[in-house]
């Protein structure tokens, strides 16, 4: 209780003047523990009890209606009519009350203010007055005389130590109170100030990026010509001095980012050999041009595809090997890569960097990750950098839960070892991974042109006129029809004209952005584009982007600068097939390898989504193509993807054998990548979830759908199967190109007409959820009580208990449910189950059979998730109940039983 009270003292988040009420209120309080009792009578101890309800009811009231004011002014009231109270039955003079008299004035000082504080404050002295007065001409006269003068001390010292406690807590606050508001205007400051950093950052960046994409672009023009060697030299040392360049904003750009918060880290699944060879290749030849050796070992038995975030490992790695690159004058650098499991889908992954070259200090290994910090500056002042790249790495590794260490010894070179924890997507192995298979060969490498569409028509837009140029050249030998657009408004003049194949859009312009005009032409009125793939070409890049992007419907993103290799496959990526003719050279494979492409397929005006909860058959959404999204089973071995990688057997069979198991809904980042990936692929996006009282997975889908226009999230009102009547309801209408405000009226208008109730065979799953107490468990087991759920508004109540065995539970629960078979819609029944045999689920449906004809039973095994909540033995029979509502998917259900 005092951890609590103190807790609520040094919470910031709460006012001063509040924290004072309750503070001052709360020592007033002990003082009236000690003052009252002294009177020695029942009804001081009486008084004692009210006024301490009185008080606390004052102080919980005042701050819920955030009066704060009148509370204190209520509370300081009935100080004032305790203390002569407590004064006079106490003894008066002779007691040790009149000393706690200063509490009062100390009260009104530190919670009243204006003139209720100067009011109460000479009404206090008053009273003091009043009953040092009354006391003494109530003693005899002899007594008076002898008493005269030490009344008078008394009563003086009891005011003046009042006035002066209260005129130096006066002093003490005004001063606490100015230094807080000059804290406040500090960090006030300070956050403006790490606001215009992170914004001059980012401009920064941008600015940068604009000028760069001109001399890459303009010379990779010069370097595809037939040139003179000197000339060629020339412009490869201008290549690389402006990817040297484009290293230095970058690493600017991720710093400003971590510091900010803002940097994120987005897990992708990804291929490792991919990942690694890409490194190689970029490596390999840095380190031929010193002659180091570049040795490589790969665990042969890293899973071939894993999840983490691809582009943040990448860079990472780049990094430390640049670095090893740099310090190292010879000898060689090495990148060595093994694994190990740690559980069913997790695998922890050591990434070694080493090399033979100069080595850190002992001193100094400490300062190693600082940044703008370079050790043995006097020897490294020839090195070219800036000292910010063992710093990002550092941070990022942190960001990504993971660890990084580095061993060096002075003069003979240093290792540095990343760890991180990644997911297992795919787990054949990787296999033989050599240098000699992986690296490409560069020297004498050509401009190879990647396909002609002379009759293909695309549209570039961007403000700045050099960019449109260097666009135009890069892709003149693929002789495609090139028009160009200095604004957004021009953009929107030309689409009105003209259709165009592809369009490829600026994000950062003035008046109207590239977001703003992509979503002009989705809707524009006679509009000729209005379904044709746009991909961002921007200098506004970053990882965080990538999201931006694709949540918004861009078809791509490539970000600059960018060269003419990623320019032609991004733009064939988009193209219609039939323009396109690929040079020999060329797969179609090849095409749009290395390029975000984020969709390619023309998008559907509305899909239903739903949680792997819903318990529907394989065959019925792949047949009304629904995308599920898996919860989370977290056992004793870790966390797994809801049927994807641990089915309902595995899960029961854990807990059978005395192991943990519980099912979390996807979180809302979960939901957010989900979502984006699923607005590629349609214009809107109706997600149905479980019941918003049951599982928390309502509220996580509605708040990430808050970052999308149009992904509505409906409560169904019920789980399982009877939460799958509705999705697939919802399906069937939008594959009838029912609008989004009809499929919605409809899900919500079905709540009522389904049936949605289980029947419980153990009770010790419900427990262990914490759904039911301990001791109803034991009385469940002991009298063969098996408690019936039912789903109403979206909460869970008992409606009945079945009593027996298996055999009376079932007949009992299913004859309770199909009573009313007159008003069952009879034409498909889901009897959704856990850890039942086939004898009992053909019992089950010769029971069904008894009291109402199905056209069509599915016998669907719940998920995980559901199972992880009601144990083996539990079964639901989930129907519909006749309506006047037009059921477009049961009019689709096969007849046959």
């Given at each position: 209780m005092l951890k609590k009270w103190f807790e609520m003292i040094f919470d910031h988040r709460i006012s001063l003047r509040e924290r004072m009420f309750r503070v001052v209120t709360g020592v007033s309080m002990i003082a009236l523990l000690f003052i009252l009792p002294m009177g020695r009578g029942i009804i001081n101890w009486l008084i004692l009890a009210a006024s301490l309800t009185a008080i606390s009811t004052i102080v919980k009231l005042s701050i819920q209606k955030e009066r704060v004011n009148a509370g204190a002014t209520a509370i300081t009231i009935m100080l004032l009519l305790l203390f002569p109270f407590s004064f006079f039955t106490a003894g008066g003079f002779y007691s040790g009350v009149p000393e706690w008299g200063v509490i009062c004035f100390i009260y009104i000082t530190l919670t009243l203010s204006g003139r209720r504080k100067i009011f109460f404050f000479l009404l206090c002295t008053v009273e003091i007055l009043f009953c040092y007065y009354t006391a003494f001409y109530s003693l005899h006269y002899d007594v008076q005389n002898f008493l005269d003068r030490s009344f008078l001390d008394s009563a003086a010292s009891v005011i003046l130590v009042g006035v002066m406690t209260s005129v130096l807590l006066l002093f003490l606050t005004q001063l606490y109170e100015k230094e807080n508001e000059l804290t406040k205007q500090q960090k006030k400051e300070i956050e403006e100030l790490n606001r215009a950093e992170n914004h001059f950052f980012s401009s920064m960046s941008h600015e940068i990026r604009t000028p760069i994409n001109t001399i890459i672009g303009l010379n990779e023009i010069i370097l595809r010509g037939d040139i003179p060697e000197d000339v060629a030299e020339n412009a490869k040392n201008i290549q690389s001095a402006s990817k040297m360049l484009l290293t230095l904003v970058n690493d600017i750009l991720d710093l400003s980012k971590i510091k900010s918060g803002k940097m994120e880290i987005i897990n992708v699944s990804y291929e490792t050999g991919a990942l690694l060879s890409e490194i190689v290749n970029m490596i390999w030849m840095k380190a031929k041009e010193k002659d180091l050796e570049f040795r490589l070992q790969v665990d042969p038995s890293i899973p071939s595809m894993l999840c983490g975030d691809e582009v943040r490992i990448q860079q990472i790695l780049i990094n430390l090997l640049n670095n090893a690159v740099k310090y190292t004058r010879e000898g060689f650098v090495k990148l060595s890569v093994r694994c190990e499991r740690r559980g069913l889908n997790k695998v922890r992954v050591w990434y070694s960097v080493e090399d033979s070259g100069q080595g850190v200090k002992k001193e100094n290994i400490p300062y190693i990750f600082n940044a703008f910090k370079r050790v043995d500056e006097d020897i490294n002042r020839h090195i070219e950098g800036t000292g910010l790249g063992l710093s990002i790495v550092h941070q990022l590794v942190e960001l990504m839960g993971g660890e990084i260490s580095v061993n060096s010894v002075y003069t003979q070179g240093s290792t540095f070892l990343v760890t991180l924890d990644q997911d297992i997507v795919d787990e054949q192995a990787?296999?033989?991974?050599?240098?000699?298979?992986?690296?490409?060969?560069?020297?004498?490498?050509?401009?190879?042109?990647?396909?002609?569409?002379?009759?293909?028509?695309?549209?570039?837009?961007?403000?700045?006129?050099?960019?449109?140029?260097?666009?135009?050249?890069?892709?003149?030998?693929?002789?495609?029809?090139?028009?160009?657009?200095?604004?957004?408004?021009?953009?929107?003049?030309?689409?009105?004209?003209?259709?165009?194949?592809?369009?490829?859009?600026?994000?950062?312009?003035?008046?109207?952005?590239?977001?703003?005009?992509?979503?002009?032409?989705?809707?524009?009125?006679?509009?000729?584009?209005?379904?044709?793939?746009?991909?961002?070409?921007?200098?506004?890049?970053?990882?965080?982007?990538?999201?931006?992007?694709?949540?918004?419907?861009?078809?791509?993103?490539?970000?600059?600068?960018?060269?003419?290799?990623?320019?032609?496959?991004?733009?064939?990526?988009?193209?219609?097939?039939?323009?396109?003719?690929?040079?020999?050279?060329?797969?179609?494979?090849?095409?749009?390898?290395?390029?975000?492409?984020?969709?390619?397929?023309?998008?559907?005006?509305?899909?239903?989504?739903?949680?792997?909860?819903?318990?529907?058959?394989?065959?019925?959404?792949?047949?009304?193509?629904?995308s599920v999204l898996p919860y989370y089973i977290h056992t004793d071995q870790g966390r797994f993807l809801d049927t994807l990688e641990l089915q309902t057997d595995e899960l029961l069979m854990h807990i059978a054998n005395g192991q943990n198991g519980s099912s979390q809904p996807p979180d809302v980042e979960d939901y957010e990548r989900f979502f984006a990936k699923k607005l590629s692929e349609a214009q809107n996006v109706i997600h149905i979830t479980m019941a918003k009282h049951v599982s928390h997975g309502y509220y996580n889908a509605l708040e990430a759908a808050k970052s999308f226009e149009n992904v509505t999230v409906v409560d169904s009102g019920h789980l399982s199967s009877s939460m799958g009547l509705s999705v697939l309801y919802a399906a069937s209408m939008a594959e009838k190109h029912a609008t989004k405000p009809e499929v919605l009226k409809a899900v919500k208008d079905l709540r009522r007409y389904i049936s949605s109730a289980f029947i419980i065979d153990s009770t010790h799953m419900m427990c262990k959820t914490g759904r039911i107490s301990k001791r109803v468990q034991i009385l469940c087991d002991t009298l063969l009580l098996h408690p019936i759920l039912l789903l109403r508004k979206s909460r869970m109540t008992v409606c009945g208990v079945g009593r027996g065995d298996f055999t009376h539970m079932a007949k009992g629960y299913i004859r309770q449910v199909l009573r009313d078979a007159k008003n069952i819609d009879r034409r498909v029944l889901f009897i959704a189950y856990s850890g039942m045999d086939d004898r009992r689920l053909v019992y089950i449906q010769n029971l069904v059979r008894q009291h109402c004809s199905f056209e069509k039973i599915y016998l669907q095994k719940v998920s995980s998730a559901i199972a992880s909540n009601c144990g083996p033995g539990s079964f639901g029979l989930l129907f519909m109940r006749k309506n006047e509502l037009e059921s477009p998917f049961l009019q689709n259900s096969d007849p046959n039983a």
């Open positions: 990787l296999g033989e991974f050599t240098l000699a298979s992986r690296m490409k060969i560069h020297d004498g490498e050509q401009y190879l042109q990647s396909f002609e569409a002379p009759e293909a028509h695309i549209l570039v837009v961007d403000d700045n006129d050099m960019n449109l140029m260097v666009v135009c050249k890069l892709l003149a030998n693929t002789k495609i029809q090139i028009d160009t657009a200095s604004s957004a408004a021009e953009c929107l003049k030309l689409t009105q004209k003209q259709h165009y194949d592809g369009i490829l859009m600026d994000h950062l312009m003035p008046e109207m952005d590239g977001i703003q005009c992509f979503h002009a032409l989705r809707v524009q009125p006679g509009g000729l584009c209005q379904d044709v793939p746009v991909i961002a070409l921007t200098a506004n890049a970053g990882g965080d982007n990538q999201f931006l992007y694709r949540r918004e419907g861009f078809s791509g993103y490539l970000a600059k600068p960018v060269n003419g290799a990623l320019l032609e496959a991004a733009v064939a990526s988009i193209l219609p097939k039939n323009l396109v003719n690929l040079s020999e050279e060329t797969e179609q494979s090849e095409i749009g390898k290395d390029v975000l492409i984020f969709e390619q397929a023309q998008k559907r005006p509305l899909i239903i989504t739903t949680d792997s909860v819903c318990d529907l058959p394989e065959e019925l959404t792949k047949k009304f193509d629904i």
